[in-house]
């Protein structure tokens, strides 16, 4: 019998069932209801609904503030600072209190320790979140 070298039938076959299995468990990450565009995209969504706020009347409203930690839920913190580390958590339970806590800041959105997408007061300008790392 000759010697015989190359892959055979049986192991590309199963080689690219595993290919597609993998690429399956990967999109499935991405785009599922938890994915992570999901959550980037629900991120940009309440950043520009402050945008809107901050543009129309130069604050970022009370009531927006509250339906966004309501829609972010608890994975997320709303922090006003420069950077995720020395950021203090916002609270407030009147516009009065909200506008005495973001004066001047920057706000953040921060999960697991990092900055997951961020609003410029003074300008209204929004760091767009890409890859939030979310700990539901």
Do not use: C, H, W
Not at 31 to 47: Q, R, Y
Request: charged residues 20%; without cysteine.
């Amino acid at each position: 019998m000759r010697n015989q070298k190359g892959i055979t039938l049986i192991a590309l076959v199963i080689t690219i069932i595993v290919l597609i299995i993998l690429a399956a468990v990967s999109i499935a990450m991405l785009t599922g209801n938890s994915g992570t565009l999901t959550e980037a995209d629900k991120i940009n969504m309440e950043l520009n609904a402050f945008r809107k706020d901050i543009l129309v009347n130069d604050k970022i409203s009370y009531e927006s503030f509250e339906q966004t930690k309501k829609s972010l839920g608890s994975g997320y913190k709303i922090k006003a600072g420069t950077d995720a580390e020395s950021a203090e958590t916002v609270t407030a339970d009147s516009q009065e209190a909200l506008d005495t806590a973001l004066e001047g800041d920057t706000v953040l959105v921060i999960s697991n320790g990092k900055i997951s997408g961020e609003i410029t007061l003074a300008t209204g300008a929004v760091t767009e979140a890409t890859d939030p790392s979310v700990n539901n």
